[in-house]
Structure formats: structure tokens, C-alpha cells
């Protein structure tokens, strides 16, 4: 067996002790001495020495970065360190490009692993199963600034891969992968025009915070997180208190500043360790095959087959074109290879040219001017909620259902501050709503994370438990889909949550804003309410939510190298303007303000207050108090831990009766305190009550009626009903109770 070093050292005092130890590839055949001490640690400086660390500080906390010392044989691979969080970040790529694609295929993986923070994952397999909901929006904004700085025509396989070993809650992991992911990629071999740098901005008190500890978080009015490059901010993702404009502006670009400490940082470890990228085959179409085509397709023509708003329209204009050009060129198979990348990119060109150039949108509209608009609630019978949100061909219909807190969703994930959500979006995309056939799989990365941006833009107006004790689910169905489906389920979903009788502090709409570049940083044109056509071509998705007090969320993706600081700020105040006209001319007048009260198909919730010790005896042993009074009365309850207890039923008469019984049970009886209990056991000194579940009284024959009885059953019987007066205690301690001392 081949080995670098192989020691045999003899103790004096234990000569048949051998141990076998491999170490990195290194043999040692080693009983205990102290020479073999000293030589282990010497071993370790050796191994200590075969990777490079490099450390910063990065908002109080220590940034480190191991190269060279796991998964070598990855394309590039470092492991982070923040603070106590872990995160072991690769980028891989394919040695050539898979065949048939006329795309770039970059995938992105955030693994959560729950020993991670010390758990062991719930259910029957008791292993990690599908990505959770976090990792899949964290995929998604590792994806966004990444993805514009590959090269266009690459078409090799990359694979940014992120495993999440150890969780410091002040230190966050997803943060982590995302700074990980970019200096893996920029060591690596792959072409990659970084660096980039992501910071996380939280609003204490009107301080902004940097990368904000879990208290932070806690407190703060704003969860904003900016990527950049070395000049331009190229990612924002936010949900916000209803944050002004200019606050998050400026909050932006303070995350900026701190990009920019990070890029010098990873600049150093690049300069040391980066690769050398490898060269690639190249899918840019040839500039002979673009001059066929226009000789075919003069401009004139594609300007005519693009200029439309109907979306089926155009698509059968551009097939047609395409048809014509594959018969042109059916002896040039290395042309047709092409063919449908070069229209794309000709149909790009087209749209660009007019916009930028011409200040001509496809469907005619002005550059500031919004598609036509129209709201309507209660579209759909027996729901709790539901409103109907047009912007063009874009049409969401949303559904709001309303629930006791039980229903609300249990989290099983790295954050040990959110284990339940209680207020949910979904949102769902059939193919019919962009007319295509494809079969129904569950919702994928798309769904998930339009859902979750309307969830974010939305949660800042809810009411607090304690003034609203519901669980809230909305559903956006998407009808019809030609851009900016997410922006109108926001609208939608105000207006629903408003019919359903949830009281939201403010109306809240949504809109995006799309961006046409030229040469330069100068040359460009900002866009109100983008088509798809639009966002397909366009440089930009700036999507923003808010009510008229300020911002709830933002997102915004684009396909170029980053934006400038007065791009930033024309973006937002387009959508200013944009979203008040939408909140005062068109939401507004379909519903202004929450209905006073949950619908008739609703379920009630009345709400309760109960001493925290007295809790066991509502909950009975095993549960039997609880359940006999939800047997008795059909209700839901539920209590917390603190004694707030919540009734949800349908009728008001049921719910009366279970809260009346609930507070019987946690009710200390006092003399002089007139209940009503039913006979429930007949002994031949007196009867036995049950006021409530759990809770019992005897009265004595002696004081059932006022005149004198031979026995009980001669005025009482099993099942009866009857008003009885608490006496207080007898000389035995006991409570006991008459009836015939009730005042009449």
C-alpha cells in the first residue's frame, strides 16, 4: 500500500498496542508516546497549510472563506463560515453543452439540512424530503443576479450547489449561500463576469441595520436584501412596513456601499486562487444568417407581426414567419439549427428598436400609460372571499377562506423563529390561462415564488392575532396571464381578504415596471405596467407593492449587468404613480374599505381570556373536558398557552354556550353565585349537578325543596335541569348548593 509517511513508534509500557490511523491519505501504524504527539501536530500544520483562509469583518460578525479544503473536485467550491453558520457552496459545470437547448441551463441548490440546527426531521421517514419553501425562494434570488453575468451563448450545464451544515441564527444562512455561490463561481474555471455581493438591510428604529441578527429581524420595519457588482445594483428583494419611497432608495444604496467592501474582499481571493476560464463553444448566431433572414423579413414586416396586444395574434404571426424562413433555408442544416434562437433574437431587436428608439409599444400604449383596468368582488358564491383583478390580458382571480389559528401552517425548518405561518398564498398557473396544453404537476419554483411575493406584499397590513383570531388562506387562480400575474394577484388578493371581513389596515396594489436599455448608461427608457412581450424582451421586471402610505415588497429581475441609482429611482416613481391610480380609480370603487364583518359561510370566532393555571381544567384528563364540550356544541376550540382561547363555530347560540361552559369550568364558586346544572347521579341523601364538563355539585335532599321530602326522585329526576344557589363551603371544605333558596 503506498503511503507519504509511515511511523512505527514503541512505548516502553505498551508494546501490543497498534493503531491503525488514516489521515488524508497518510498512513500512520502509531501506538501512544509523546513523539507521536509532536509528529501529529506537526502533521496537522502541514494539512492546516494545503488550503488558504481569508477573513473580514462584515457587520460585526467574522466572514470566512476556505478554499482548497473540501469538494476539490468541483469546478470551484469554498467553504463559508459567518459567524457559527456553515454553508459548503460548489460551482460545476459540464465539459459540453447538452444538445437541443436554446438556453442557458443553470441550476440552483439551497440544501437545508435540520441537523443544522440540532433537529431531526418530523414525519415517518425521518429524513430530509422535498425542498422546503425557503429553500425554494432562496434558489430563486441566488438565481436572479447570477444568471445575467454567464455569457449569453453558453450553453455547458452549471450547477451552483449550497449545503447548509450549521446554523447561527444571527447569522444568516441563506445570506451565506448567496456570497458563497458568487466567490464559487468567480474561483472557478467557469466564464462568470463577477464578483458580486449581496447584504441584507433591516429598518431598527429607523436606523438601517446590515445583515440583522435575529432580534433585528424581529424588530425591524424592513427585509431587504441587494446584490451588486462592482458599479450597479443587480438584484433587490424586499417586504417592508409600508416603507417610503425614498427611505428605501436610500436603503438600497447603503446595501450597495457595503457590496462593495465584500467585492474588494473576494477580488483578493480571486487574484490568489481563481482559475483560469475555459474556453467554450460558442451558440451565438452567425451575422450572414441574421442578413438572410431580414433579406426575407425586412423589418418593416417583424415591426408589423410584433405590433399587436393580442398575444395569440402575434404568435401566429411569428410562426408563419417562421415557416417561410425554414422552407428559405431547408438546405442549410446548419442554419436551421439556429433558426429559432436568430428569430427570437430578431423579434428582440424589433421590439427594442421601437420602444427605445420610437417611443412605440407593441400594443400601442403610451410608455407611462397602464392596460386597461377592471375590479370586481364576490365573483364566486358560498366562499369566505373572493375579488377579480384585470390589468389587460393579465386576470387573477383570488379566494380568500378564513379559519381557526389550529388551521394555520406548522413550519418545520432552520429558523427557530418561524414555526407557523399564519397567513398563506397560494398561487396557481394553468397552461390554459397563456393557451397551451400541458399536464398538471403541483407548483413548481415559479408558483412558489409569485406566491410568496404577494404573501410578502400583503402581510405587513394584516390585523394581529388578538384583533383578528383567524387562520387566513388566499388562492390566486390565474384566468388569463400576458405579464405581471403576481403584481395582480396582490390586487386581487387586497380586495378578497377586504370582502371576507378581514379588517387590513390599507388597501394594497401592485404593479411592475419594465426597462429598455441602449449603448449607454444614459440611453434608456423606463416602462409602466409591462406586457409579456415586454418583460420577455425587456431588460427589466421592477415589481412593487404598497399601499399610499409607502412600499410592502419588491422584487425585481433583470437581464443586464445591473441598473444606475436614476433608473432605480424613475422605477419606483413610476410605480408610485401607478399604484395610487390603481388603489383610488379602479380598487377602490369595487371595494373601499373591509366589510364590518366575516360572510355568512364564514366561521365565527369569539374570543376569551382564562387564568393560564386554570387551563388543565378546561382541558379535562387526556382532553375529556374539551372534547365534551366541542361534542356538546359543535364548536372548534383553541387554547394558547398564555389563556387566550378562541371559539370558532357557525352558530352564535352554540359558540354562546361553549364559552358560557368554559367559563363555568375556570370559575371559582363563591355564595350567593345562581347557576343551572343538570341532574346527573340520584343518591338517597341529594342529587349531583354537572354545571359544565368536568365540574360537578351535590345538593342535599335537605335543600331541594322547601317543603319536606321522602326522597329525591319525588321532585327530580335524571337529565332535569335545574337553578340552584352556591351556600359556600360546609364544615367539611365541601361546596354545597340549594335549590329551594333561589330567589324567585
Avoid at 460585526?60 to 463559508?80: E, I, S
Avoid at 445570506?175 to 458563497?180: C, I, K, R, S
Wanted: net charge negative.
Amino acid at each position: 500500500m503506498e503511503c507519504d509517511i509511515i511511523l512505527k513508534i514503541v512505548s516502553r509500557d505498551s508494546i501490543s498496542e497498534t493503531t491503525e490511523m488514516c489521515i488524508c491519505r497518510k498512513i500512520y501504524v502509531s501506538v501512544v508516546s509523546g513523539g507521536f504527539l509532536r509528529r501529529r501536530n506537526e502533521f496537522i500544520k502541514k494539512e492546516k497549510a494545503m488550503y488558504k483562509k481569508y477573513e473580514m469583518e462584515l457587520a460585526g460578525r467574522t466572514l470566512r472563506v476556505d478554499v482548497g479544503r473540501v469538494a476539490k473536485q468541483a469546478n470551484g467550491a469554498v467553504l463559508m463560515h459567518y459567524g457559527d453558520t456553515t454553508v459548503l457552496c460548489t460551482a460545476t459545470a459540464s465539459e459540453k453543452p447538452r444538445e437541443g437547448i436554446d438556453f442557458f441551463p443553470l441550476s440552483v441548490e439551497y440544501n437545508e439540512r435540520l441537523y443544522a440546527v440540532g433537529k431531526i426531521p418530523g414525519g415517518f421517514n425521518k429524513r430530509e424530503g422535498k425542498a422546503s419553501e425557503n429553500a425554494i425562494l432562496t434558489d430563486r434570488v441566488i438565481d436572479r443576479p447570477m444568471r445575467p453575468l454567464f455569457p449569453k451563448d453558453y450553453r455547458n450545464d452549471v450547477t451552483l450547489e449550497n449545503l447548509v451544515l450549521s446554523v447561527d441564527q444571527d447569522c444568516s444562512p441563506e445570506l451565506t449561500a448567496m456570497l458563497g455561490s458568487a466567490i464559487a463561481t468567480c474561483i472557478s474555471d467557469i466564464p462568470f463576469d463577477g464578483p458580486i455581493s449581496t447584504t441584507q438591510v433591516g429598518l431598527v428604529e429607523g436606523e438601517f441595520v446590515f445583515n440583522p441578527t435575529a432580534a433585528q429581524k424581529e424588530a425591524s420595519d424592513l427585509a431587504l436584501t441587494v446584490a451588486s457588482t462592482r458599479e450597479k445594483v443587480i438584484m433587490i428583494e424586499a417586504g417592508a412596513n409600508e416603507v417610503p419611497e425614498a427611505q428605501m432608495i436610500d436603503a438600497i444604496f447603503a446595501a450597495h456601499e457595503v457590496n462593495q467592501k465584500v467585492i474588494e474582499f473576494i477580488d483578493t481571493i480571486v487574484a490568489e486562487c481563481g482559475k483560469e476560464k475555459h474556453e467554450y463553444i460558442s451558440f451565438a448566431v452567425p451575422e450572414e444568417l441574421f442578413d438572410a433572414i431580414k433579406e426575407i423579413v425586412p423589418p418593416a414586416e417583424m415591426e408589423e407581426a410584433v405590433f399587436t396586444d393580442e398575444k395569440q395574434v402575434r404568435e401566429e404571426n411569428i410562426r408563419k414567419i417562421t415557416e417561410r424562413l425554414e422552407e428559405a433555408f431547408a438546405d442549410k442544416e446548419e442554419w436551421l439549427e439556429k433558426l429559432g434562437e436568430a428569430v427570437y433574437q430578431y423579434q428582440k431587436k424589433t421590439v427594442r428598436k421601437m420602444i427605445l428608439k420610437d417611443h412605440k409599444r407593441p400594443d400601442g400604449r403610451a410608455i407611462d400609460q397602464i392596460r386597461p383596468l377592471a375590479a370586481e368582488v364576490d365573483l364566486i358564491p358560498r366562499v369566505h372571499g373572493s375579488a377579480m383583478f384585470t390589468r389587460g390580458q393579465t386576470q387573477i382571480c383570488n379566494i380568500a377562506t378564513l379559519a381557526p389559528l389550529a388551521e394555520a401552517q406548522k413550519l418545520d425548518g432552520l429558523d427557530e423563529s418561524e414555526t407557523s405561518k399564519r397567513y398563506m398564498h397560494h398561487y396557481n398557473f394553468p397552461s390554459y390561462s397563456v393557451g397551451e396544453t400541458r399536464p398538471s404537476r403541483g407548483p413548481g419554483r415559479r408558483e412558489i415564488g409569485h406566491g410568496a411575493l404577494a404573501e410578502r406584499a400583503l402581510v405587513p397590513v394584516l390585523p394581529s392575532e388578538a384583533e383578528f383570531p383567524y387562520a387566513i388562506r388566499t388562492v390566486s387562480e390565474t384566468f388569463e396571464s400576458n405579464g405581471s400575474t403576481s403584481q395582480a394577484s396582490v390586487c386581487a388578493s387586497s380586495m378578497s381578504l377586504m370582502a371576507a371581513g378581514v379588517p387590513i389596515k390599507a388597501a394594497v396594489a401592485g404593479i411592475s415596471a419594465g426597462l429598455v436599455t441602449g449603448e449607454t448608461d444614459d440611453d434608456y427608457l423606463v416602462l409602466t405596467d409591462i406586457q409579456g412581450l415586454e418583460d420577455f424582451f425587456g431588460d427589466m421586471d421592477f415589481k412593487v407593492a404598497g399601499t399610499h402610505k409607502g412600499i410592502t415588497a419588491i422584487q425585481m429581475d433583470i437581464k443586464i449587468h445591473g441598473l444606475t441609482r436614476p433608473i432605480i429611482e424613475e422605477a419606483i416613481a413610476a410605480t408610485k404613480k401607478a399604484r395610487t391610480y390603481i388603489l383610488d380609480e379602479v380598487m377602490a370603487k369595487a371595494i373601499a374599505e373591509p366589510r364590518p364583518e366575516v360572510g355568512p359561510y364564514a366561521p365565527k370566532i369569539i374570543q376569551m381570556q382564562i387564568d393560564p393555571q386554570k387551563i388543565g381544567d378546561v382541558v379535562g384528563q387526556r382532553g375529556k373536558t374539551i372534547n365534551a364540550i366541542i361534542e356538546e356544541t359543535g364548536v372548534k376550540i383553541d387554547i394558547t398557552d398564555d389563556g387566550a382561547v378562541s371559539i370558532c363555530g357557525v352558530e352564535a347560540e352554540s359558540m354562546e354556550r361553549a364559552k358560557k361552559l368554559i367559563q363555568i369550568i375556570v370559575t371559582d364558586f363563591e355564595a350567593g353565585m345562581v347557576l343551572e346544572g343538570k341532574v346527573v347521579s340520584i343518591k338517597e341523601f341529594g342529587a349531583f349537578l354537572e354545571f359544565a364538563p368536568g365540574k360537578e355539585g351535590m345538593v342535599h335532599i335537605s335543600k331541594i325543596s322547601k317543603q319536606r321530602i321522602k326522597q329525591v326522585e319525588d321532585v327530580l329526576t335524571l337529565g332535569d335541569v335545574v337553578k340552584v344557589v352556591c351556600l359556600g363551603k360546609d364544615k367539611m371544605g365541601r361546596l354545597s348548593f340549594s335549590m329551594k333558596d333561589v330567589a324567585e
